[in-house]
């Protein structure tokens, strides 16, 4: 959806990519999960492996629902399509990008 703004937009964002360097902001949203009800958002390096992200990130942060297993299934998407994420992927592999939201839907 686009935005239409009431004046001219003259600034830079202050959440750029080159503010970052070799890091990228990384949004996972746990779809239907009324616990959390917005994505969170990682600042995470590009080359970051998907298993590091999951443990380091996404464990930590999710597993305060009271109903996170550590034996829950996810799918998970990325900018509307499937995605198969292995432990050994990068970050940047997986064709994830600065504030791209990545969905996990438990089974």
């Known amino acids: 959806m686009a935005v239409k703004a009431i004046t001219e937009y003259k600034f830079p964002s202050r959440s750029r990519q080159e503010l970052y360097g070799d890091a990228m902001l990384v949004h996972m949203w746990w779809t239907n999960n009324p616990w959390f009800c917005a994505a969170a958002c990682f600042p995470m ?4 492996t998907w298993g590091d992200f999951w443990n380091a990130a996404v ?3 999710f ?4 109903d996170w ?3 829950t299934e996810f799918t998970f998407t990325l900018h509307g399509k499937s995605l198969d994420p292995k432990p050994e992927d990068t970050l940047e592999g997986l064709g994830i990008w600065h ?8 089974k």
């Open 45 to 48: 390096p590009k080359a970051m």
């Open 59 to 61: 464990v930590p942060f």
């Open 63 to 66: 597993s305060e629902d009271p």
């Open 69 to 71: 297993s550590d034996s």
């Open 99 to 106: 504030k791209s939201v990545i969905g996990m839907t438990s």
